[in-house]
């Protein structure tokens, strides 16, 4: 199961190479049209989360799978109809997130940490529900971005001499896998945007 970033590393390395197909055609329609199929991104974004959380509560073993796309497919389901609403309360668990993470790794541990990424969440939530394409063209633009580098992943393992340069690049340095997503999600971000005024679009 997967469970982790290298776990993906290391199953788009054992991954047939047609695979990039997919991946990079999926990941550049969410970068640059994202904005336009925000609904079916907000439901596959829970698909992805019930799927970890399965995973995660169900443990190692040969039920893991099983509870693993069970869950995915009940949080994907529950999403679909107050879509609105289920945009808001992702940009909440995204903030969230985020600031718990940042929060552990500065030691703040216990009852401290919970309140601080509740509150987290609640303003997030609150900040997507006002500015929902803002949230919309990030998270398309993200998921997108890492679609993209998957697939130029899964090429990239045939050519062993620039993939043993990337991944020592990414070993030696925290720095190289967020900037290879960042890069590609801020200038589809600013894309998106420049489309949205463009056509004058209301999400």
Not at 61 to 71: D, H, P, R, T, V
Not at 112 to 134: D, P, T
Not at 185 to 191: A, E, L, P
Request: proline share 3%; glycine share 12%; net charge neutral.
């Amino acid at each position: 199961m997967i469970m982790s970033l290298t776990d993906w590393v290391n199953y788009l390395q054992t991954s047939d190479k047609l695979l990039c197909v997919p991946l990079c055609v999926g990941g550049l329609a969410l970068m640059f049209f994202g904005w336009r199929m925000w609904k079916s991104t907000v439901v596959i974004s829970y698909g992805l989360i019930g799927l970890a959380v399965g995973a995660t509560v169900a443990g190692p073993g040969e039920n893991q799978l099983f509870y693993a796309i069970g869950a995915g497919g009940l949080l994907a389901l529950l999403s679909y109809y107050p879509v609105n609403h289920s945009l808001a309360l992702l940009g909440g668990l995204i903030g969230g997130g985020f600031v718990m993470t940042v929060l552990e790794s500065a030691g703040v541990h216990g009852p401290m940490l919970w309140v601080m990424g509740g509150l987290a969440l609640f303003s997030s939530a609150a900040v997507a529900f006002i500015n929902r394409q803002f949230l919309v063209i990030s998270v398309t633009a993200f998921i997108g971005a890492v679609l993209l580098m998957s697939g130029l992943t899964v090429l990239a393992v045939h050519f062993p001499t620039l993939f043993g340069t990337l991944r020592y690049m990414s070993n030696n340095s925290g720095i190289v896998v967020p900037f290879i997503l960042i890069v590609p999600t801020v200038m589809s971000c600013f894309f998106q945007v420049a489309e949205v005024h463009k056509t004058n679009a209301q999400l």
